[in-house]
Structure formats: C-alpha cells, structure tokens
C-alpha cells in the first residue's frame, strides 16, 4: 500500500493550499481517509477524515470551517483544502487510511502515508 502527498508548501498567513493524496495497492473505496500532521516538538494529531463515499466528514475543532476534506475514489485521492492558514497550521501532514469512520485516533490508523511540509509565514 502506497500513500503519496503532495501540494504541501510555503504560503503567507490568511493563505490557501490543496493538498492531495494518491493511494495505490488497497481498495479505496473500502477505507476512510483523511490527514494528520505534527508540528515540531509536538505529538501527531488528527485533522481531518471522510468517509468511503465522501457524504461525511470529521474536523478536529482547530481547523473547522476553514479546512475542507473531500476524496475521488474514481482517481483513488483525497483533497485537502486549506484555507484561511495561520502560523499555527505549520507541520508535516500525513494522509492516512482506517477503517474506522470517526475522529481518529493515532491508534485507528490502517496505512500512512509520507509527509509533506506545510510552511506558514506571518
């Protein structure tokens, strides 16, 4: 199984970006996906998920109203759109597979993927 990020990057405070996720070898459709990230110095934590067919999404409360979660299970990615980024968004986010329908867990995590550095300037 193969979790390939990408769309991370630099970007000015109040900015946005689209970060996205290609998954090979697993049944995408089968699995809930969604991102994490970790900041510096601090523990990997949960962002965002949507389930198999895209008709829910989960946010951690840092991030709801301006992240959205979206996935194409035709071209086997999930999106993540960020808008209104703050300093505090800075940290590597990893795409992620469960088959768990929720607000993960470090713990609910079937697959991960590769990180990719999300750099936000004030």
């Known amino acids: 199984v193969q979790l390939q990020a990408s769309g991370g990057g630099l970007v000015q405070a109040g900015g946005s970006l689209r970060l996205s996720c290609l998954a090979s070898g697993l049944t995408f459709s089968s699995y809930v996906m969604g991102w994490f990230r970790q900041a510096p110095g601090k523990e990997r934590e949960f962002v965002a998920a949507v389930i198999w067919s895209g008709g829910t999404t989960y946010y951690a409360d840092s991030v709801k109203g301006r992240f959205t979660a979206s996935r194409d299970n035709a071209k086997n990615t999930v999106y993540l759109q960020m808008n209104s980024l703050k300093p505090e968004d800075t940290a590597v986010y990893y795409c992620?597979?469960?088959?768990?329908?929720?607000?993960?867990?470090?713990?609910?995590?079937?697959?991960w993927g590769q990180g990719t550095q999300v750099t936000v300037s004030s």
């Open positions: 992620a597979a469960s088959r768990i329908a929720s607000r993960w867990s470090y713990r609910d995590i079937a697959y």
